[in-house]
């Protein structure tokens, strides 16, 4: 429903076809409207969540079906990746608001005093985000209703000014992001300083001529500071995450399990054959050290 066209010259209503395109978008969209607004009390956005692919008509499907919800987000300010993400997703009518760490965010959703929370779970760079895995398992009962990658362009970021690059003598960041961007760091032969989320670390260095952060060029126009170098990190960059609540979903074309398994010869097969006989495709699996019995997964 919703199209996307490239093209190198001036796109406007005029052009060959184009016309014809918009006007059966407007129609489509005009009639999934009014769908909405004659069944929201009877269709749930979770439900409609993984049947959609982009974060555009997610958003737009969320502005009939959403009434005042708590989103969390993980951020100190605003400007973080999760931000933007729930940004992307979610319409004006959604109470985002940032926490401090994903454990806060799990918890709030566990809870009932979030509707919805927005957190990182695996970058193709740096890996699964170990504290959203760990949370996840200890506040039980909260499901995955959505998951979106999302591009990651990293920035090197100074306040406004004369600041250039051979000031800068620290900088902060998320672990991930000086992770993913470790090879530019370097060269910088400046101090890396790790914060709760790039937007924390965004607010922790205005005022500071010697202080960069690595962060989106968006997150630097919300705080008013300047990206001087954009594209720093090592290689293309995405992160997954998802988007969780209380309530599971009906329909969905992937399943993410946790589980635990004892800590003797084939437990791990045992658990994982089933998967096998039925032919399901196992996208990813990663262990996690279980607290509560030592060596065991």
Partial sequence: MVIFI???????????????????????LGELKELLTRYRTSISIIDLMPMIH??????????FLMNNNKVAYLG???????HEVALQLFSKNADLTPLKSIGDIVKCVYQGDCGFGVIPIENNQAGVVGESMDS??????????????????????????????????????????INEALNFISRLNASINYTQSTSEALRLIKGYRHKAAIASRIGAEIHGLRPLICGI???????????????????????????????KPGSLFNALKPFADLGINLSMIYSRPNRASPWGL
């Fill in 136 to 177: 996840l398992v200890k506040w039980g009962g909260v499901y995955v209703n959505h998951a979106v990658e999302y591009k990651v362009s990293l920035c090197l970021v100074v306040n406004e000014g004369g600041t250039n690059i051979n000031d800068i003598n620290e900088v902060y960041s998320h672990p991930h992001a």
């Fill in 233 to 263: 990190e090592d290689n293309p960059n995405y992160t997954r995450f998802l988007v969780i609540s209380r309530h599971m979903g009906r329909i969905g074309d992937r399943t993410m399990a946790i589980f635990s398994v004892p800590n």
């Fill in 76 to 82: 100190g300010p605003e400007g973080s990746y999760s």
């Fill in 54 to 63: 982009e974060p555009s008509l997610t958003k737009f499907i969320s502005e």
């Fill in 6 to 28: 490239k093209n190198t010259g001036i796109l406007s209503r005029e052009s060959p076809g184009i016309s014809e395109v918009i006007t059966r978008v407007e129609k489509d």
